[in-house]
């Protein structure tokens, strides 16, 4: 087995987004090794006519699929989160820093559950604000769990309002 198969074995196996070290943990390869091992693997995948890619967010690397086959193949991907929640997890991101009252102003009583299970995916903070108010932000494993990457706050909340169908 190449360097390359194993790398591309663990990031298939993980099926989340990993950095350099942990792969190199688990796969018991040096970090450069593991570094030149994605390089030759994203190569790849770009030459080859598939619907996977090796994809960068943050500093870790993840093996998805192809923004062009995602709408497809919703029916059939199993979600982690219901429809809601992610339409609750896109006002958040996008009124953020966002008061909790307002978030149940706008949605009702949904939002609170909404906000538990987002708070447990850890996809959210709420922390008590100056003037006892909750507040709510989204969280860098948020940017992950939707496969973004950092961008300009006006272009993120264009993506996440397309992304949940707002």
Known sequence: MTE???????LFSSG?????P???????????????ALKKLSR???????????AKISSKYVLQ?????????????????????IKTA???????PMKKKDLVEMIG????????ILKKHRLITAERGAQGNIMLNTTNKFFEFFGLEMTKPEELK??????AGL
């Open 90 to 96: 896109a006002l958040i991101a996008y009124y953020q």
């Open 158 to 163: 264009q993506m996440l309002m397309k992304k």
């Open 4 to 10: 390359v198969e194993v790398v591309e074995a663990i």
């Open 65 to 85: 699929l192809r923004e062009e086959y995602k709408e497809s193949t919703e029916t059939v991907a199993q979600r982690e989160l219901p429809h809601e929640v």
């Open 16 to 20: 989340k987004p990993m950095t350099v």
């Open 22 to 36: 942990d792969i190199a943990r688990a796969s018991e390869l040096e970090a450069e090794q593991v570094r030149s």
């Open 109 to 116: 009583r949904p939002a609170k559950p909404h906000v538990d």
């Open 44 to 54: 790849s995948y770009k030459n080859r006519n598939t619907c996977l890619e090796i």
